[in-house]
């Protein structure tokens, strides 16, 4: 049975559909006092009415439990920025059943493609849209959902990406993902055929937009923060590398800096693994020869 629900986003009692055959019968009670109690073995009462009213709300209650549970039991085993995503991708995607789901992050003034249902390892990180450019981003811009049934590349906001086969797609449904009030990133779901998004899809993913973008945005600025602390201590093994180079062979300290820029090019390593292997190779010879007594 399909979920109902309302535009304000609570349950309306004139939403619930009761079972075929007994609300049948419970129409018919004026002409047949008696039918619900001779065929349900329960006296017709007003109370019956209202228990028999709730009975679909409580199954919707239900269901709706069970998406919470899923969403956040999905989200806490999650280890990690780009784990999360994923995870988003994948909930998001069986929701649906669409053939393309698609994360952008947005990060300054652009949407970056973090994830991808389908793989992309070549536009995946790379692939940037400005805030406004495209249904991306004008979901973004607007904070609302666009939803297009077919002929998705005929809408005038359409932008094609020729990286992304998906612009070929006919159906096309983009919902902004929210954290406290803002946009965060936009998720878009697509489908080869037509496809008519049901105001219960859209209701869905626009569901897991809010409840998800928190959970992405604390994962991004965590991400940040484990970047910046590498950066810090690459900083500090370079330094210490300098300065190394400086004692030993007398040189400046952008001399130094270029002599380690310049083994980095040669070996292709990074310059932080030039930099710790001389500092290893100080800590040896310190270790090899101890200072001699005075």
């Not at 669409?98 to 994830?115: K, N, P, T, W």
């Not at 902004?176 to 990133?185: D, I, S």
Request: aromatic share 6%; hydrophobic share 40%; glycine share 6%.
């Amino acid at each position: 049975m399909e979920v109902p629900s309302s535009i304000d986003g609570h349950f309306n009692p004139g939403d619930a559909t009761l079972p075929q055959e007994m609300l049948k019968d419970y129409d018919n009670r004026a002409a047949n006092p008696l039918s619900l109690s001779s065929k349900f073995g329960v006296r017709h009462t007003p109370q019956l009415a209202i228990l028999l009213s709730m009975e679909p709300l409580l199954s919707i209650e239900e269901s709706h439990v069970d998406l919470l549970h899923e969403i956040g039991n999905r989200l806490a085993s999650a280890d990690g920025f780009r784990e999360v995503l994923n995870r988003v991708v994948e909930f998001a995607a069986a929701l649906v059943k669409c053939d393309s789901c698609l994360i952008y992050v947005l990060e300054g003034d652009e949407l970056v493609l973090r994830a991808s249902k389908n793989p992309h390892a070549e536009v995946v990180d790379r692939l940037k849209i400005r805030v406004g450019q495209g249904i991306t981003g004008w979901v973004a811009e607007h904070q609302e959902p666009v939803a297009v049934a077919e002929r998705a590349a005929l809408d005038p906001r359409f932008q094609f990406f020729h990286e992304l086969p998906e612009d070929s797609y006919e159906a096309f449904l983009s919902v902004p993902l929210m954290c406290r009030g803002r946009v965060v990133g936009v998720i878009n779901l697509q489908h080869r055929q037509h496809h008519v998004y049901r105001r219960r899809e859209i209701r869905l993913i626009s569901t897991v937009g809010f409840l998800v973008g928190a959970e992405i945005e604390m994962a991004r600025l965590e991400d940040a923060n484990l970047n910046l602390a590498e950066q810090l201590q690459t900083r500090k093994i370079v330094e210490r590398a300098k300065g190394i180079l400086q004692r030993d062979l007398g040189l400046s300290e952008e001399q130094a800096y270029l002599a380690l820029q310049k083994q980095s090019r040669q070996k292709r390593k990074a310059m932080k693994e030039i930099a710790e292997a001389i500092v290893l190779s100080e800590e040896v010879r310190g270790n090899s020869f101890p200072p001699k007594p005075a």
